[in-house]
């Protein structure tokens, strides 16, 4: 999928979202600075932001939360604090008498919450940063095949390919919803930034399916998201609050 299939829209959180057709995946970005009233979270997301060690991480934990809450409502017709959530075996958060099926992802200050009737969907965000130790994670995660392309990359490109990689493959790994359980190396994904985002080899008992769909769009400046799902048509929006300023995709 490239970036011409995404169509981007403006919304305040609690408006009514745009209607959610079969093959519609709706991405939410939001700011994870928005202070945030804890008031709608359940005990387990109280019992979890009161575990973070640094205040700004509980700040941002409860922002994304209340934020989840806020969006997931307006799909399924109930108040925030209603909504119930369970986890599934992999350790997949899904909510309970779903409507939509969703998946979310956090980097520092942004968070990405994807929304389809998709039983298959993976959202990955992650904030582009420049380090050492990102060549050792490639090497660490990353196949022999996605380490090749990489090698072949220097400078800004090699920065872009690792985050396409690293993106992409937490999608798969988030949509197959195993968590760390996930083998890594049955699967490969394209890598640099002018390659169409697609899945290049699957193992026939690795979980991801060829055909699964993949994009990779930049949700905000200075970050790098990928969208993973088994819709054979599926339709991206990128729904925005009205307020937010930054990078279009
Ligand atoms: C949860 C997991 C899938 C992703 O964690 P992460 O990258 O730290 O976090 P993200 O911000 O993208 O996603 C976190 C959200 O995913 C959701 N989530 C949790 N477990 C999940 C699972 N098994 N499947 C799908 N989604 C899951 C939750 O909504 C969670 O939000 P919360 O912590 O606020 O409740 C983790 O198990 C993991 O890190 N797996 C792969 C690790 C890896 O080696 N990746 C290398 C890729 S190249």
């Known amino acids: 999928m490239n970036h011409d299939d995404i169509r981007e ?13 079969p093959n519609d995946i709706h991405c939410w970005v939001i700011s994870l600075n928005t202070p945030a009233n804890d008031e709608t979270l359940d005990d387990e997301e109280r019992d979890r932001a009161s575990r973070f060690h640094f205040d700004r991480d ?20 109930v108040q925030p604090h209603d909504l119930d959530f369970a986890i599934e075996e992999g350790g997949r958060p899904t909510l309970a008498d779903a409507r939509v099926n969703f998946n979310y992802s956090r980097s520092e200050e942004w968070g990405l919450l994807a929304i389809s009737n998709a039983k298959i969907l993976g959202a ?30 220097s400078g800004a490109a090699w920065t872009e390919g ?21 083998s890594l190396d049955a699967f490969d994904v394209s890598v640099k ?33 990928a969208i993973a799902t088994n819709l054979a048509a599926p339709n991206l929006h990128v729904l925005r609050e009205k307020m937010q300023s930054g990078s279009r995709q």
């Open 9 to 21: 829209h403006f919304f305040s959180l609690d408006d009514r979202p745009p209607e959610l057709a």
């Open 58 to 77: 509980r700040r941002r934990f409860i922002a994304g939360h209340v934020a989840i809450r806020r969006v997931l409502a307006r799909y399924q017709y």
């Open 124 to 153: 990955d965000i992650e904030a582009l940063r420049m380090s050492e130790d990102l060549a050792d994670v490639a090497r660490q995660h990353f196949s022999q095949a996605e380490q090749s392309a990489l090698n072949d990359l």
């Open 162 to 182: 690792f985050f396409n990689c690293w993106t992409r493959k937490e999608a798969i790994v988030k949509a197959m919803g195993v968590g760390l359980a996930a």
């Open 193 to 225: 930034s002018e390659a169409r985002p697609e899945i290049l080899r699957a193992t026939d008992d690795s979980a991801p399916a060829r055909e699964w769909a993949l994009w990779s769009f930049k949700p905000i400046d200075g970050y790098q998201a």
